[in-house]
């Protein structure tokens, strides 16, 4: 089965400042790549998706994240943090047996 | 509007009081699951549903149980609540395997079992 692993627990940026969230999977084949985020006392919301083609993906909110097959890799990024951004992400890992992995989450905070 | 709703959002009970979380989608979508939240873990599923009476364990199934009887309706239930059951519970739709489409997550329901 496919995991996920996001090795930050929480990270605290400046607004304004540049952001990069880790995630890295485990899976035997090419797999079905999420970020989600969950602002406070809220459901989870898609922020991007990956299944194939162009490594660099485009999500809502400014937010991108590029797929590194060589280092089993999907980081979060987003060039300029605004307080809004301010909430738990994850990142998960699909397949097509219908099974699906979460990883633990990273905890953003923005200092003003 | 296209929504996930479930009810409650807040639930305090005892040991063993039998309880229904209710969720409901209206984009009539084939997939349904059900999640748990808990600090450091990420959301676990406990069951998910590829259809009408079609369903399956996820990875946390023991103490639950689910039904679906209408395509739009999603009920997960706790026959037996104990303590090790309180958690952020989240329902999720999707058009197709949750592996490989957008889910759509309803707000959370925060269950505390004394």
């Known amino acids: 089965a496919q995991s996920v692993t996001q090795p930050d627990i929480h990270i605290t940026v400046s607004e304004g400042a540049s952001l990069e969230l880790r995630c890295n999977y485990s899976?035997?084949?090419?797999?079905?790549l999420f970020w989600y985020v969950q602002s406070p006392g809220q459901g989870l919301q898609l922020l991007l998706k990956?299944?194939?083609?162009?490594?660099l993906v485009q999500g809502i909110k400014g937010f991108e994240a590029e797929f590194k097959r060589s280092q089993s890799s999907f980081n979060l990024r987003k060039p300029s943090v605004h307080w809004s951004d301010a909430a738990e992400y994850f990142c998960a890992v699909g397949a097509v047996n219908n099974d699906m992995r979460f990883g633990a989450g990273t905890r953003l905070t923005v200092k003003p | 509007e296209a929504q996930v709703t479930q009810n409650p959002r807040y639930l305090i009970t005892v040991t063993g009081k039998k309880l229904t979380v209710t969720c409901s989608q209206n984009?009539?979508?084939?997939?349904m699951s059900w999640y748990r939240q808990d600090p450091g873990l990420g959301l676990r599923q406990i069951y998910y549903s590829m259809n009408v009476e079609v369903t399956d364990k996820g990875d946390v199934p023991e103490g639950y149980k689910v039904s679906r009887k209408e395509k739009r309706n999603f009920p997960l239930i706790l026959e037996s609540p104990s303590p090790n059951q309180t958690s952020l519970y989240f329902c999720?739709?999707?058009?197709?395997?949750?592996?490989?489409?957008?889910?759509?997550f309803g707000p959370g329901t925060r269950l505390l079992v004394l």
């Open positions: 984009m009539n979508h084939e997939y």
């Open positions: 999720a739709s999707s058009f197709g395997p949750r592996g490989s489409e957008t889910q759509y």
């Open positions: 990956y299944f194939s083609g162009d490594t």
């Open positions: 899976y035997g084949a090419t797999p079905y």
